[in-house]
């Protein structure tokens, strides 16, 4: 996904964390369960994706999380792809410097506009 | 040519061509949310763990979908909150995850059955997979999803989607039931 291909660990654990949280948010959304439930999905199980939370949170370098947990507070999605120099969280054009940025896999980019975290899709 | 129809545009221009306008979307019909290289007549796996995974390998392969942990993660999860079993031999995994850059839908048939946890304890015959990026901007995840399960309801459908040998066949299917409606 990064324009190197190899992506972090690190950088997946936040990933992960992203995709868990967007679950744990819709499972626990009254109207989304609701909406799912009439499609015959059941969700009984939502207090054993917080013991995955909380065990993911452990595997996470302490600044990326802090970084994380700053943004996701404001914002619905901490983590967003770039599509042609683009952040697709604010839509505002990256810098070309940004881009060659993303050379490094362990560099945590984020948008010098909405501060979201950034990665790239090929 | 393009507005012909979501299959006729597959083979005129070799590229899925949804969304080109939104005069066109108001046609869309739920054919334009499959892929050929989306689709498995056979799955090769027999248990829920084997299923999951093989059915994220596929989607990486014909989509290029470039990270398959981080899939194969988010669908385990996902079955942890509670089984997309939804019974009648029907299974529709599904969930949001940056493994993606847009929405995805996998076909694929067991006839053998596989012990998924399913509501009603039966093996299932029948895989959609639905992942989408977290970012839906053309809010097509959730009623696709609805339009999945209530699709196949039908003692009929099912039955039909059992018998798909080729991709051909499960567009034809998709088409009749829905070409006309919408």
């Given at each position: 996904m990064q324009s190197n291909s190899a992506l972090s660990v690190r950088l997946m654990n936040l990933f992960r964390l992203q995709d868990l949280d967007i679950l744990i948010r819709e499972a626990s959304d009254p109207e989304l369960k609701s909406s799912e439930e009439k499609m015959?999905?059941?969700?009984?199980?939502?207090d054993k994706l917080q013991a995955a939370r909380e065990r993911l949170l452990e595997t996470i370098d302490k600044r990326d999380l802090r970084l994380y947990q700053k943004i996701a507070k404001r914002l619905t999605h901490a983590i967003v792809p770039v599509e042609d120099r683009t952040c697709?969280?604010?839509?505002i054009g990256l810098p070309t410097s940004a881009v060659s940025?993303?050379?490094?896999?362990?560099q945590l980019l984020t948008c010098e506009n909405c501060g979201r975290i950034l990665y790239w899709l090929e | 040519m393009l507005v012909v129809g979501p299959r006729r545009a597959w083979i005129f221009s070799g590229v899925e061509v949804r969304y080109v306008s939104e005069s066109l979307r108001e046609v869309t019909t739920i054919l334009h949310y499959f892929d050929p290289n989306l689709?498995?007549?056979?799955?090769?796996?027999?248990?829920k763990d084997d299923v999951l995974r093989e059915l994220t390998d596929r989607l990486v392969q014909g989509?290029?979908?470039?990270d398959p942990d981080l899939l194969y993660d988010m669908l385990k999860r996902r079955e942890s909150l509670g089984s997309t079993g939804i019974g009648k031999g029907v299974a529709i995994p599904h969930g949001r995850s940056l493994a993606v850059n847009e929405l995805r839908v996998l076909f694929a048939r067991s006839s053998?059955?596989?012990?998924?946890?399913s509501m009603d304890k039966k093996p299932v015959h029948l895989f959609f997979l639905i992942v989408a990026p977290p970012q839906d901007k053309r809010n097509e995840y959730l009623p696709l999803l609805g339009r999945i399960a209530e699709l196949v309801k039908e003692k009929k459908v099912r039955d039909k989607l059992q018998a798909c040998e080729t991709f051909e066949d499960l567009a034809d299917l998709l088409e009749g039931k829905f070409g006309a409606v919408e």
């Open positions: 015959g999905f059941a969700h009984p199980h939502l697709l969280g604010c839509y940025l993303t050379t490094d896999p362990d | 689709f498995c007549a056979e799955l090769e796996s027999r248990t989509a290029g979908v470039k053998a059955g596989v012990e998924f946890e």
